[in-house]
């Protein structure tokens, strides 16, 4: 009996994590195409101006986001201007505005539309290669 509860509550938390993931996927394929805001003022200017960026969204206890870490910064001494940290638990607005579910979350912007959003760790050659393809 103990083992059929265990695996009723496992298998509802798999279903739940898969929905949720299900859910970010759906709702970052519907952003691409649409304007990109512009609450994040650091970005604004560079958005507005429709030169490609990258708003990349954090917090500093996110373990993911520890990994990321490393390869934002890689990026950042390559292209100082193009990728902007945002701190998604101090800049919430901006994170409403993306509708950052989770993070790390990747916004990538050109012409000042969104090309496309991802959440999760994402490897250096797919966001240097959003970067320097025309």
Known sequence: MKMKIVFIVLSALVLLFVGLRLVMEF?????????????HKASQKRIRAGEKTVLYFYTPSCGAC?????????????????????DASHNREAAASYGVMGV????????GTIVKAKAG???EPVIEGFLTKS
Do not use: L
Request: proline share 11%.
């Open 27 to 39: 709702k970052t394929w519907r952003m691409k195409g649409k304007d990109a805001p512009t609450p």
């Open 66 to 86: 520890k990994m990321q870490e490393p390869i934002i910064q890689s990026i950042r001494k390559r292209y100082p201007d193009a990728v902007f940290k945002i």
């Open 104 to 111: 790390p979350f990747m916004a990538f912007i050109n012409n």
């Open 121 to 123: 760790v994402q490897s």
